[in-house]
C-alpha cells in the first residue's frame, strides 16, 4: 500500500498510477483495508485503472466493512447517489453514521444533506445545522459553505448574514469556488457586509476562474457595467 502511495504521488519514484494500482492491489488483496480504499478510489476516478464505479463501490464496501472510516463515508456516498450499486437513501444514512461515528467531517456534511432534504431520514433543518457545523469546525469547505448558506437564508438557524459571511469566507479561502462566488455576491451586495464591489469582482474572479458557471456570469456582468472593474 505505501509502495503504492509512492507510485501515486510520484515520490522517490517517478510518478506512475498503473503500477501504484498493482502495489495497491496487492495489499488490498490481502485484506489491508486503507489499500481497498485506495485501489477503490483509482477506480472511481479512472486513475491508473480503467474508470468502474462498480468495482470502485466493491473496494469501498471491503474497506468500509472493516471499519475504515472514509471508505464508509465513500460507500455511504455510492449509495446516495446510486454509483455503482443501486440507489438506496437509507443504506447511504447507514453508512454515513458509522463514519461520524469516527469524527469524519466529509460524511457530517453529507449526512446533514441528508436531513436538510429528507434523503433516507426525516427532514429535519436543525439536525441538518448540528452536523453541518460540526464538519465546518473540522475546517472541511463543504460544511462551511453550507452551514453558511443555513445562517444567509435562516434555515434550522436564525438567520445571521453576518455569520453566513464568515463562514463563506473560511470556506472560499480554503479555494472552495461555491463559496467564493457566493462571497463575492455578499460584498455586491451588502449581505453581512458592507457593499465592496471591488473584493466583490476578486472573489467572482478566483470563482470563475475555477469553472464556476455563476461566477463566470456576474463577472461578465461587472465587467459589462464597469462594477469593480474597468
Not at 498503473?18 to 489491508?32: I, M, P, Q
Request: glycine letters at 12%.
Amino acid at each position: 500500500n505505501s509502495l503504492g502511495y509512492c507510485y501515486k504521488n510520484g515520490e522517490g519514484v517517478e510518478k506512475n498510477s498503473a503500477k501504484a494500482v498493482e502495489w495497491y492491489r496487492k495489499s488490498a488483496e490481502n485484506g489491508n483495508a486503507s489499500a481497498q480504499y485506495n485501489l477503490g478510489l483509482c477506480y472511481e476516478y479512472g486513475d491508473g485503472v480503467t474508470k468502474d464505479l462498480g468495482r470502485a463501490a466493491e473496494w469501498y464496501r471491503k474497506s468500509a466493512e472493516q471499519g475504515y472510516a472514509v471508505a464508509q463515508y465513500k460507500l455511504g456516498r455510492c449509495y446516495d447517489y446510486g454509483d455503482g450499486i443501486e440507489h438506496d437513501c437509507q443504506k447511504a444514512v447507514e453508512w454515513y453514521r458509522k463514519s461520524v461515528e469516527q469524527g469524519c467531517a466529509m460524511a457530517q456534511c453529507d449526512l446533514g444533506n441528508c436531513y436538510k432534504h429528507g434523503r433516507g431520514v426525516e427532514k429535519n433543518l436543525e439536525k441538518a445545522v448540528e452536523w453541518y457545523r460540526k464538519s465546518a469546525e473540522q475546517g472541511y469547505d463543504r460544511g462551511q459553505f453550507a452551514l453558511a448558506g443555513c445562517y444567509e437564508y435562516g434555515e434550522g438557524v436564525p438567520q445571521d448574514k453576518e455569520k453566513a459571511l464568515q463562514w463563506y469566507k473560511k470556506a472560499a479561502e480554503q479555494g472552495n469556488a461555491t463559496a467564493q462566488c457566493s462571497l463575492g455576491y455578499c460584498y455586491e451586495n451588502g449581505i453581512g457586509v458592507e457593499k465592496d464591489v471591488i473584493k466583490a469582482t476578486e472573489w467572482y474572479q478566483k470563482s470563475a476562474e475555477q469553472g464556476n458557471c455563476r461566477a463566470q456570469c456576474n463577472l461578465g456582468y461587472c465587467y459589462a457595467n464597469g462594477k469593480g472593474v474597468e
